[in-house]
């Protein structure tokens, strides 16, 4: 009988056939293939963030998620360390995370909303991004506590945030539920009330530097020490 097993033209690539048959094709969650449909380029800066949290965090044994959302990126911090834990406040999106997860890319998605008390777990590190512009000034100390509250007392937290000069350029959609966004020294000053060393980073689009904040569209706080 004829084989009928298609070949790539190149044999290198017959891999991608052979994991599209044993695995099936891969597909984005909820919220990126939103933005895949809408903004494709917004998926690299996304990305880009992960991948410098992986890279804070790598080889680190327990790491922590809050705001997960549909968890497109946390397989690339999950690369980089033993165990991770995904959170986000919403059961829709935790759904859609858990049913994406597949070896070798494992991790625990969990409800939890941060507001209402730590995860208590002694993790190494714990990450936010994109989450505590979505948090009223009223209620970010607690936001920032109970992040310390599921770390060791040595733990590392790494928060992501727009940078408020980046609002003028947001979408509607965006701008209404940014509604706790600051300058980088706004940020740095609000963190160093809760941890002994606060490191700001600046990001415009995928690149992370150190530049001026007020040309930053993002900012990356590396928090260590809680106070």
């Known amino acids: 009988m004829e084989n009928k097993t298609p070949k790539t033209k190149e044999p290198q690539y017959q891999c991608c056939l052979d994991f599209e048959k044993r695995y099936g094709l891969q597909t984005l969650g909820l919220m990126s293939s939103h933005t895949w449909l809408t903004d494709p380029k917004r998926l690299v800066f996304v990305l880009s963030r992960y991948k410098f949290v992986a890279k804070m965090f790598s080889g680190m044994q ?16 999950s690369q980089e360390v033993e165990s991770l834990v995904a959170s986000d406040f919403d059961p829709i999106l935790i759904k859609d995370a858990k049913n994406r997860i597949i070896e070798p890319h494992t991790y625990q998605c969990i409800t ?38 599921s770390v060791k007392p040595n733990g590392t937290v790494i928060i992501g945030t727009p940078s408020i000069e980046s609002q003028e350029y947001a979408s509607p959609a965006s701008k209404q539920g940014h509604i706790n966004c600051k300058d980088g020294s706004q940020f740095k000053n609000l963190l160093l009330n809760f941890f002994n060393n606060v490191f700001i980073f600046s990001m415009n689009d995928e690149v992370i530097h150190t530049g001026f904040y007020p040309m930053a569209n993002y900012l990356m706080a590396l928090c260590c020490y809680p106070k």
């Not at 327990?62 to 911090?77: H, M, P």
């Not at 208590?120 to 310390?148: T, W």
Request: hydrophobic fraction near 45%.
């Open 62 to 77: 327990k790491i922590l998620e809050i705001g997960c959302a549909d968890a497109f990126g946390t397989r690339i911090v």
């Open 112 to 149: 939890h909303n941060i507001l209402e008390g730590p995860i208590p777990d002694g993790f190494d590190g714990a990450y936010a991004l994109d989450v505590i512009e979505h948090i009223s000034q009223e209620q970010e100390a607690i936001f920032i506590s109970n992040i310390i509250k």
